[in-house]
């Protein structure tokens, strides 16, 4: 009974920025789950975006991606940022943000849409 709430997407110019947000809530014991984005552009499948580990040892960024976009943690309120700069067209997508527990079990936000113009 994880529920997850992202937002933050909307319509951003070339090379703009833009930052997602996505509170957890109901039965998460955020510092045992894993965190991370992924995104759908239409027609293609699901991707990972970026990851967090539980520890925040391990982080993990989509090739096309890094250096540009940076995930972050907030332990005190339960939430997740993802940090978009220097976006690019290529980057429209719905953003998904994803909860996953100890045993491997995904949780997902509703999405949150960016579109980036060119």
């Known amino acids: 009974e994880v529920q997850l709430q992202a937002s933050g997407g909307g319509l951003v110019r070339t090379g703009g920025s833009l930052r997602l947000s996505c509170a957890a809530s109901?039965?998460?014991?955020?510092?045992?789950?894993?965190m991370g984005w992924f995104r759908q552009a239409p027609g293609k499948e699901r991707e990972g975006v970026a990851c967090n580990s539980n520890s925040d040892r391990y982080t993990y960024y989509l090739d096309s991606v890094k250096g540009r976009f940076t995930i972050s943690r907030d332990r005190a309120n339960n939430t997740i940022y993802l940090e978009m700069n220097s976006l690019k067209p290529e980057d429209t997508a719905v953003y998904y943000c994803?909860?996953?527990?100890?045993?491997?079990?995904?949780?997902w936000g509703q999405g949150t849409l960016v579109t980036v113009s060119s």
């Open positions: 994803d909860a996953r527990d100890t045993t491997g079990i995904n949780y």
């Open positions: 109901g039965s998460i014991t955020f510092d045992d789950y894993a």
